[in-house]
C-alpha cells in the first residue's frame, strides 16, 4: 500500500520576505517596525488547491488577488506595488514558492506589502515597502457543516476611518474583538453591523441572505471588503441562474431569512444556520447554499471548465528550483524594479 504524502507543515516551510526565498523560521521582521507599531500592511490570502486529476495545485484567481495589493497600497498612500512588481513578477514568485513547497493538499497563500522601516513614527508617505509570501494549509477554518453566529456589539469601522477596500492588517483588532465576543457567547463567529446599523460582514468573511430564492449582500458602500469571493458568488450564481444581488440588509433580514451563508478565501462557502440562536429556515445547510458550495469546490479543484479562466495552474515540480539554506538569491524569474 502506497503511504500517503505528509502533510504540509508550514513550520518547516520556505516563504518569500525582502526579495528572498529563505526558511519560514527565518522570515521576521522587528519590533520596532511600522506593521508592528502601527498595523502599517496590507495583504490578501488566495487558495492553491490540489487538483487530484491533473497533479498540481491550481491557484484561484491570481490577477484579481494581485489588483487587490495594487489597490490596497494605492488606497494607503504606500509606494506603488505595480511599479515594484509587475504582475508577470508576482506571479513568478508565487510560482516558484509554491513550487519550492511542494504540497499535495489544499493550502492558503498569504502575500503582503508592508512598510520596512524601524521606528518611523506614524507616516507612510516616502517609505520603504517590501513584499512577503508564505503558504500554509487550509484547513477548516469554519466548519462546511454550518456554523452558529451572533451580531457584534462592536460596530465595522467606517470607510472613514479604516477603509476597508484596503486589507489593511491594522483593522484586523476590530474583527479579533468581535471575534473574542462570540467565542465567549458560546457562538462561532460573528457579524458586524455598521454605523447606521446595517449589516456589514462577518470578521474575516462577507455574508449573503437568501430569501424567495434571490441572494442579497450588502452593498459595497456599507463598510464592507468587497471581497473576490464575494463577486465569485454572483458569478457562480449566474451559472446556476440564479439572481444575486447587493442591497442594503439590515439586522432582522437576518433572522427571517431562509439561507445564510458566508464567503472568503479562507471561510470558502460556509452555511450559517442560526443567529443570535435563532435558527434559519429550517437550521439546516440550505439547497441554495449547497449548491453554490459545491459548485465553488469544483471550480477551485478544476473541475468546472466554465470557471476554468480563474485557475493558474501552480508549477508541478520544485525541481527547477532547488534550495540552497544560507544562500540568500533573487529568483532568476525576475527583473526587479526597484
Not at 490540489?50 to 484579481?64: C, G, K, T
Request: proline share 5%; with cysteine.
Amino acid at each position: 500500500m502506497a503511504t500517503p504524502p505528509a502533510a504540509f507543515s508550514v513550520h518547516h516551510s520556505i516563504a518569500y520576505l525582502r526579495d528572498q526565498f529563505i526558511p519560514f523560521a527565518d522570515a521576521n521582521v522587528s519590533i520596532g517596525s511600522s506593521p508592528v507599531l502601527y498595523g502599517l500592511s496590507v495583504y490578501t490570502v488566495f487558495g492553491a488547491n490540489w487538483d487530484n486529476a491533473r497533479q498540481l495545485l491550481q491557484i484561484f484567481r491570481l490577477r484579481e488577488h494581485y489588483d487587490r495589493l495594487v489597490t490596497s497600497c494605492r488606497i494607503m498612500g504606500f509606494a506603488p506595488f505595480d511599479e515594484q512588481y509587475s504582475f508577470a513578477q508576482f506571479e513568478a514568485v508565487v510560482q516558484e514558492l509554491l513550487a519550492r513547497n511542494p504540497a499535495r493538499e489544499d493550502v492558503l497563500v498569504r502575500a503582503g506589502v508592508f512598510i520596512d522601516e524601524l521606528l518611523p513614527g506614524a507616516r507612510i508617505t516616502g517609505l520603504r515597502t517590501s513584499l512577503s509570501i508564505y503558504v500554509y494549509p487550509a484547513g477548516e477554518l469554519l466548519s462546511r457543516q454550518g456554523i452558529h453566529v451572533s451580531v457584534s456589539s462592536w460596530a465595522k469601522p467606517s470607510d472613514n476611518a479604516i477603509p476597508p477596500r484596503a486589507k489593511v492588517t491594522g483593522a484586523y483588532a476590530a474583527a479579533a474583538l468581535a471575534k473574542a465576543e462570540a467565542l465567549q457567547n458560546g457562538y462561532d463567529e460573528a457579524i458586524f453591523l455598521d454605523a447606521q446599523g446595517h449589516v456589514a460582514e462577518a470578521t474575516i468573511a462577507n455574508i449573503f441572505v437568501v430569501q424567495n430564492d434571490e441572494i442579497i449582500t450588502p452593498i459595497s458602500t456599507g463598510d464592507v471588503l468587497e471581497g473576490i469571493t464575494r463577486q465569485s458568488v454572483f458569478e457562480l450564481a449566474g451559472a446556476l441562474s440564479l439572481r444575486c444581488r447587493a442591497a442594503i440588509v439590515g439586522r432582522t433580514e437576518l433572522y427571517s431569512a431562509n439561507e445564510l451563508f458566508l464567503s472568503g478565501s479562507s471561510a470558502r462557502i460556509t452555511p450559517v444556520l442560526s443567529v443570535d440562536r435563532r435558527p434559519i429556515g429550517s437550521g439546516r445547510i440550505g439547497g441554495i447554499t449547497a449548491k453554490l458550495a459545491a459548485l465553488y469546490d469544483a471550480a477551485q479543484h478544476g473541475r468546472e471548465p466554465r470557471f476554468r479562466h480563474w485557475l493558474t495552474p501552480g508549477t508541478q515540480s520544485a525541481l527547477n528550483y532547488p534550495y540552497e539554506p544560507g544562500r540568500k538569491r533573487h529568483s532568476a524569474a525576475l527583473s526587479r524594479n526597484r
